[in-house]
Structures are given as C-alpha cells and as structure tokens.
C-alpha cells in the first residue's frame, strides 16, 4: 500500500497511463501457482471515495472501506488472465 505520486509513476511505466489508479495488478502466475503483486494507493482510493460519496477508513477493517472490494477484484484479475 502507498501513497504519493509512486502510483502514476508505475502507471505510466507498466502501462503507458499518464493518470492514478487505485491498484496496479502485476501477474507473476506460472502454471497452477497464483502469483502477483498488488500495488494500492491509499490516496486514490480515498480520493475515489469522497467523490462518490463511500465510506473510507484503510485500518478500521470496516466491511464497507473499498480496500477489500479493489484487492478481490484484482485477485479476480489474476484469474481471469489464467483463463486467457
């Protein structure tokens, strides 16, 4: 999990986007073994929240904080490129 600017950095690097994303998904997967890192920024995915109005808190561990919802999707990322 970061915070800062290093998210539109690896953006624009891995991915040729010039803009913050809440999560960069890197697939290290190899055969049946499910492997990747996930890169959060904490600030998008607060800023993400206030604009749309949801609730935000990174440690609370409430069930609502986006936190969850942005690493499972990912996970599912890295699922579905297998499937590819």
Known sequence: MLTGGLPVSLNREYLGHDYYTDIITFDY??????????????????????????????????????IPMISVHSVGDLLYRRQS
């Not at 499910?34 to 440690?59: P, Q």
């Open 29 to 66: 997967c190899e055969g049946d073994t499910l492997n990747g890192d996930l890169v959060i920024s904490l600030d998008t995915i607060r800023t993400n929240a206030e604009t749309f109005g949801k609730a935000y808190d990174a440690y609370s561990g409430d069930s609502r904080s986006p």
